[in-house]
């Protein structure tokens, strides 16, 4: 199977699997428009046309957040890019604050395909809690999520300059509205 149908499958895949899922936004989009989002920065911000980083982008949330296991991904897309996902993928049995420890913990040992998911998928959420939050989110809500996020980016760089300059402007904006207290 050539690159492109590999691709297109891998976002087909992921959108059965998040069907009726939606984001937490405002304007409450389908899930699916989120790892599209990430396939894309990886493609057109990163320059990445590695398709197993392009795949893993695609189906970076279907372990974590749909009913799919490892030995799916596997099966259907390979051990590359089902390694990747299982490196960004959390483990929820931890509880939540625990499990955000761990994304700042466990970044910088990342193979660089992951930490290159990861930085599209932290540049994806915390553009939608700067542009698009939840409704019952507040400014200081906000401001943590977005520290959280630059801390674990800390931890990614080095993997991809041009993702990372694109996070630092959401950094930027950020402080603009509601001043960060910084890493
Ligand atoms: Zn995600």
């Known amino acids: 199977m050539n690159t492109l149908n590999k691709l297109l499958q891998a976002a087909r895949f992921a959108a059965e699997r998040h069907a009726g899922q939606l984001r937490k936004g405002a304007h409450a989009e389908p899930y699916i428009n989120h790892p599209l989002e990430v396939a894309n920065l990886i493609a057109n911000v990163g320059k990445i046309d590695d398709i197993e980083i392009l795949m893993a982008g695609l189906l970076h949330d279907t372990i974590e957040d749909t009913a799919t296991t490892s030995e799916e991904l596997i099966k259907h897309f390979g051990v590359t890019a089902n390694g990747y996902v299982l490196e960004v993928t959390d483990d929820k049995r931890l509880p939540k604050a625990r499990r955000k420890e761990l994304q700042i913990e466990h970044a910088p040992h990342m193979s660089r395909g992951a930490k290159i998911v990861k930085l599209a998928d ?15 989110w507040d400014t200081t809500r906000r401001r943590e ?31 603009l509205e509601f001043g960060l207290v910084g890493e």
Do not use: H, M
């Open 122 to 136: 932290k540049i994806s959420n915390c553009r939608d809690v700067l542009e698009n939050p939840a409704v019952d």
């Open 145 to 175: 999520y977005i520290e959280w996020g630059s801390n674990v980016v800390a931890g990614l760089r080095g993997a991809n300059e041009d993702l990372e300059a694109q996070f630092d402007v959401i950094v930027e904006r950020a402080t």
